[in-house]
């Protein structure tokens, strides 16, 4: 069944401090035009039901719901426990309700929060919130967006206290780390782009806060631009977020506009399928985005620059070489495990079952997504367009370290593929990896 508006989660293991608790590609309005699936009207025209059902369209495609819902919560009350290396933060509840929610909240107030990244007392607030992409909302679209979640039923769930080690619980401390990470001010239009490229680059720069996960966070916590969208290991999570440019290795240049569309649509595609935290992603806010919104972002990611990919932090040493005994161990694998899903040649039965032959995913430098994907299997998300998903079952209790490794590697390897060996090390470092619950 496809999940109704009773807000049916996933939920994702938690990031850094600095890091977002949640991976999309997201959308709301851009300067040009409304960025919500509802015809455009001026923001003073609109009736109230008008601009609650734009808003929640712009809270679905934000995924709002994600992190300030709680497993087995109420939708929007708060509570989700997003550990960090440095204690453990809780999603705050955005419901109306007047003691403990943004009931007594004004649209200032909560553009306040979106735009400057301040609590309403002045204080800071930890980038878990991705504020830094967030300040880029237009004043329009976050008022939509407060104007829907005033009109939900007010949840009286009190907000929990972080967890945070001294002296991390100072907030005050925030301050140096915006002064390198955080650049204030809403999406401008490039004027030498048309109104379709414009629209993606606010919807991947805005609510989408794409770059967040699919840039690589370094020691500060934070996202550099000049690694920006070339991907990156997600503090916590232990999953790589891809590079989203136009780099042909391990970005999207080889994909079409209508692939790119697809894939974001319905999880699954040709080309492969969405697992791990992009998977909720799917499932819970891009499958609802329309055409022209999913199309406005395929042609924003198209036109990003290549850049190498980051090389993931923290691989462990002493890479593999690849060996004779260890492929003939990886190829027998794969034909007793393997093959009759993913074919001799490696050429899958898309969707349902992805390619593993010039598969992007597979050979890109990182090899943390397909030992996890071996090691704990998965689920495509289930969409409107994709109601049945398959999934592929875990390995990890039935295959050891040097079995996986054999078999990631001959994965990596075989088929024309170029991805490099795999060690025994680093899939028992992956045995221990959150998982979603």
Same mark, same amino acid.
């Given at each position: 069944?496809? @999940? ?45 039901? $008008? ?9 679905? !495609?934000? /995924? ?42 004004? !649209? /200032? ?8 990244? $301040?609590?309403?007392?002045?204080? +800071? ?15 329009? /679209? ?7 979640? @005033? ?8 907000? @929990?206290?972080?967890? %945070? ?16 990470? +955080? $650049?204030?001010?809403?999406?401008? #239009? ?27 966070? =370094? ?15 997600? #503090? ?52 609802? %985005? ?26 462990? #040493? ?23 899903? $993913?074919? !001799?040649?490696?050429?899958?039965? #898309? ?20 030992? @996890? ?43 024309? =593929? /170029? ?9 028992? !470092? %992956? ?7």
């Amino acid at each position: 069944m496809i @999940r109704d508006r009773s807000y049916t989660l996933t939920r994702t293991s938690a990031l850094a401090v600095a890091a977002s608790a949640a991976l999309c590609i997201g959308a709301s309005a851009s300067q040009q035009q409304p960025a919500s699936a509802p015809s455009a009207i001026p923001a003073a025209q609109e009736s109230i039901e $008008h601009t609650v059902k734009r808003g929640e369209y712009l809270a679905w !495609a934000g /995924d709002c719901v994600a992190c300030h819902t709680k497993h087995d919560g109420q939708p929007f009350a708060g509570g989700f426990a997003m550990p960090t290396p440095f204690g453990t933060l809780y999603s705050t509840n955005i419901t109306p309700d007047v003691q403990y929610g943004i009931g007594k909240w004004s !649209a /200032d107030d909560f553009y306040n929060v979106l735009h400057t990244g $301040h609590r309403r007392d002045g204080s +800071f607030i930890y980038p878990v919130m991705p504020f830094p992409a967030y300040t880029r909302v237009t004043r329009a /679209d976050s008022d939509a967006i407060f104007t829907y979640l @005033r009109s939900l039923k007010p949840i009286h769930e009190p907000n @929990r206290e972080n967890g %945070l080690r001294f002296p991390y619980d100072n907030r005050s401390l925030l301050f140096g780390w915006r002064e390198l990470f +955080f $650049h204030e001010g809403e999406y401008r #239009p490039d004027p030498k782009h048309d109104a379709e490229w414009n629209r993606g680059g606010y919807l991947v720069e805005g609510l989408g806060h794409c770059g967040t996960c699919h840039t690589a966070i =370094n020691k500060l916590g934070g996202n550099e631009d000049r690694k920006a969208y070339a991907g990156g290991l997600i #503090p916590m999570q232990n999953w790589y977020a891809p590079s989203l440019t136009s780099n042909k290795e391990a970005g999207l240049g080889e994909w079409s506009l209508e692939e790119i569309v697809e894939f974001l649509r319905a999880g699954a595609s040709q080309r492969g399928a969405v697992y791990g935290p992009m998977s909720e992603v799917v499932h819970n806010s891009l499958q609802y %985005l329309n055409d022209a919104d999913l199309h406005a972002i395929a042609v924003y990611l198209k036109d990003l620059p290549s850049r190498h990919e980051t090389p993931p932090p923290g691989r462990l #040493p002493g890479t593999a070489q690849q060996s004779a005994a260890m492929l003939a161990q990886g190829h027998a694998i794969y034909s007793a495990q393997c093959q009759s899903c $993913h074919l !001799a040649n490696g050429s899958g039965q #898309p969707p349902g079952y992805p390619p593993l032959a010039k598969n992007q995913s597979i050979e890109m430098q990182s090899a943390v997504n397909p030992i @996890r994907m071996v090691l704990n299997g998965g689920y495509a998300p289930q969409t409107e367009t994709n109601p049945r998903p398959y999934g592929m079952p875990p390995f990890a209790q039935i295959l050891s370290d040097a079995d996986i490794a054999a078999v990631v590697t001959y994965i990596r390897v075989s088929w024309g =593929n /170029d991805g490099q060996p795999v060690t025994e090390a680093e899939v028992n !470092a %992956l045995r221990s990896a959150p998982l979603l619950d």
